[in-house]
């Protein structure tokens, strides 16, 4: 497919693992956290490389990072509603931990696969976001992160195709869609909904070399317990 312009970087976002307070005492968040979840907009360009933006970091390495989940993008038109619904007025780019807020797109309107020159950098769409107790945490909000899920408001990984620098401003072309049947609203739904009646679309997405690798380990466990496979 040719170059297509579809969206802009709103905001590029970077967090170093520190320790935050605790909330209030004797509830839910009372104990203090560790994490690189809260993000603060970087003005000029920003490296990407394998593993990420320069100055990002990872806390917990077993669940998050790599190269399948090098880079997080967020769509910025989320956070409105956001703050209609929780009442959180400062909620806005980085508030979900992503790298890049982005105009336009949503887990509706992006595939996995889908290629994106961003700047110098080439990224391409890896597996859904899947939504973590940090946000809960970082909004003192319990079952927020449960909410995210139901709503398909929970972005996506990229991994990076091409090392490159990124700027706020920077417009996203799109330059390749393999798989537009598989939205990552669609990857996600079929993974937080174990439908036994969808065992042909996890036997695909076992198979969908697009899709990062422990995804499709999932979605092979799913296929072998549900066609009685010990």
């Not at 520190?18 to 360009?45: L, M």
């Amino acid at each position: 497919m040719t170059s297509q312009p579809v969206s802009s970087l709103e905001a590029v976002l970077v967090g170093r693992v520190r320790e935050h307070p605790g909330g209030e005492p004797g509830g839910p968040f009372a104990r203090p956290w560790r994490s690189a979840f809260v993000k603060q907009p970087v003005d000029g360009p920003v490296r990407i490389g394998p593993l990420g933006l320069d100055g990002d970091e990872v806390a917990n390495t077993a669940v998050h990072g790599g190269l399948e989940q090098s880079v997080l993008a967020y769509p910025g038109a989320h956070y409105p509603r956001w703050r209609r619904e929780l009442g959180i007025n400062e909620m806005g780019p980085g508030g979900f931990g992503e790298n890049l807020c982005v105009s336009e797109l949503d887990e509706h309107k992006v595939c996995i696969g889908d290629q994106f020159e961003i700047g110098s950098a080439v990224l391409q769409v890896s597996l859904p976001r899947l939504p973590c107790a940090s946000i809960d945490r970082r909004w003192q909000r319990r079952g927020l992160s449960l909410q995210v899920g139901k709503d398909c408001r929970t972005g996506w990984y990229l991994r990076v195709l091409r090392e490159g620098t990124v700027r706020s401003g920077d417009v996203l072309h799109r330059t390749a869609r393999p798989l537009p049947q598989w939205t990552v609203a669609r990857v996600l739904k079929l993974r937080l909904v174990n439908d036994p009646e969808q065992l042909e679309d996890a036997a695909q997405l076992a198979d969908c070399e697009l899709l990062a690798g422990h995804w499709r380990e999932h979605f092979a466990g799913r296929l072998a317990r549900g066609s009685g496979a010990p």
